[in-house]
């Protein structure tokens, strides 16, 4: 995940209208007159608090969002125009990266010493979206039969309702964001209430920016207001990234009025280590990986795959390289584990490390470290000896807990790799790029990555089986938001 982005000097947001939502190019109040707090993972305490949207807020942005659509000028600019005015929101996002960055520490607790990878790598993501839609053909001619002439036109597919996460909830949402924008459509986004800030800066960037009234809406809503927003029939399109419970219930609701959805869900992703490869390295990449963000990655690599004749040195490798881990408040540039993002979030955690104890072998961490006695932290955890049955294996903890898992040949670290309901993310350590890729093409995952956890958000991301529905990143994020229509004529029109 090592990427050249600067670090970032963090500064405290400074949100215009913390106490309004951005409805239909305006700062409104909230129907529901109530506040969302928002509370530091490293201190327990409020840092923050937002305007809730209950479901009539919720209506007012589809309304102002489907009036901007189907009479706006923003569906019908050129798309070089479109672009111009993502520049300016870009330039404006570019310059408040220090705000994304304090915001995210102080809502979610991500280390102040990762922004720069984290927002930094955002803002260029928004950047790359922008280069890629100049360069994309909006009209296509194709060869047909059926006339002179056979286009193919890439239109907005309408209004989006975007719902981002709270573990990366600038990046998720300013990518869908882009998209839509570059695309034509208009876009309700709903951030998770626990990390609302990020949200408001991109709402500020895209007003400042001269994007038009009801082009870009945005609510900050509880999870009944959010399904209210999910089931309105003005809304075109879900995209949606979360827990696979929240996504089968979002494919339910768009498949009763065929309405398209991107849902980008949950993951158990597998690493396999063949036997080419380094104890020592790889004890270093695992202890290193799971500690990223806490653990609260959904392409994290949480199961790892050892032949079992190393099991037992690669167990021993981790635990070392676990125990001179750091874990401190996230402002802490020495910090290499922050917390986790909220009390529910390491309850949960714990709930999942109590019954690994009964079922696997605990190697190292299961607790809250001693000196943090305020704070939602725990310790890095491994177990051994996990057999991909159980809970530990299965289910995604989301947090720095690590299950190992002997397998007795490549067959049988494939087989167990598989043997998920998720498919989302994978690698295979190995000096063989060979072997790499034979192995990656046989495991059923949306992304595998060789010697650790790689992601490149400019190519296509989203998952196999209950991990999700289509794709974010690259060309095939931006035909996620477009609608095709085939046009056939008696000539090439004067307008191409």
């Not at 964001?177 to 990020?198: D, F, Q, R």
């Amino acid at each position: 995940m090592n990427a050249p982005f600067p670090q970032i000097t963090p500064v405290e947001p400074k949100i215009a209208h913390p106490d309004r939502l951005f409805i239909g190019g305006a700062w409104v109040t909230a129907h529901s007159g109530r506040m969302i707090e928002q509370v530091s993972p490293d201190t327990e305490e409020v840092v923050s608090a937002v305007a809730e949207a209950d479901e009539a807020d919720m209506d007012a942005a589809v309304a102002a969002a489907r009036h901007a659509f189907d009479h706006g000028p923003w569906p019908r600019m050129q798309p070089g125009e479109r672009l111009a005015v993502m520049k300016k929101m870009a330039a404006i996002l570019h310059a408040r990266v220090g705000e994304t960055a304090r915001a995210w520490s102080m809502q979610m607790g991500g280390l102040a010493s990762f922004s720069g990878i984290m927002q930094g790598g955002s803002n260029a993501t928004f950047d790359g979206i922008i280069a890629m839609a100049e360069g994309f053909d909006w009209v296509e001619k194709r060869p047909t039969v059926g006339a002179a002439v056979g286009l193919v036109a890439y239109e907005p597919v309408g209004v989006v309702a975007a719902i981002a996460p709270w573990n990366g909830p600038y990046g998720i949402m300013l990518n869908k964001v882009a998209y839509a924008l570059a695309a034509g459509c208009c876009i309700i986004m709903k951030p998770s209430p626990e990390t609302p800030l990020e949200a408001y800066i991109i709402a500020e960037a895209a007003q400042s920016a001269g994007v038009p009234a009801g082009v870009v809406n945005l609510v900050t809503g509880h999870r009944e207001a959010s399904d209210h927003l999910v089931c309105n029939p003005g809304v075109d399109k879900v995209s949606f990234t979360g827990s696979t419970v929240a996504g089968k219930r979002i494919a339910q609701v768009c498949g009763e009025r065929i309405a398209r959805c991107t849902l980008e869900l949950g993951g158990k992703s597998a690493a396999i280590v063949l036997d080419d490869f380094p104890i020592p390295i790889a004890a270093k990449i695992f202890a290193g990986t799971i500690c990223m963000m806490s653990g609260q990655v959904c392409a994290m690599l949480s199961r790892v795959l050892v032949s079992r004749v190393r099991h037992d040195e690669l167990a021993a490798a981790i635990a070392a390289e676990m125990a001179q881990v750091k874990i401190g408040h996230s402002d802490d540039p020495t910090t290499q584990l922050g917390p986790v993002a909220m009390k529910r979030q390491l309850e949960r955690i714990e709930s999942y490390i109590a019954e690994g104890k009964s079922t696997a072998r605990l190697v190292h961490g299961g607790a809250r470290p001693a000196h943090l006695p305020k704070g939602y932290f725990i310790e890095p955890t491994l177990f051994a000896n996990v057999d991909n049955a159980s809970r530990i294996a299965q289910e995604e903890i989301f947090g720095p807990v690590l299950a190992l898992i002997p397998y007795e040949d490549e067959a049988d670290a494939i087989r167990i790799a598989n043997d998920s309901s998720f498919g989302l993310n994978g690698s295979v350590l190995t000096q063989d790029v060979d072997a790499a890729y034979r192995i990656a093409r046989a495991v059923r995952t949306g992304a595998v990555g060789q010697n650790g956890l790689r992601m490149d958000f400019g190519l296509p991301f989203g998952g196999f089986k209950q991990s999700g529905l289509g794709r974010e990143g690259g060309i095939e994020g931006l035909l996620g938001y477009t609608e095709l229509k085939t046009i056939l004529l008696d000539g090439m029109p004067s307008a191409l």
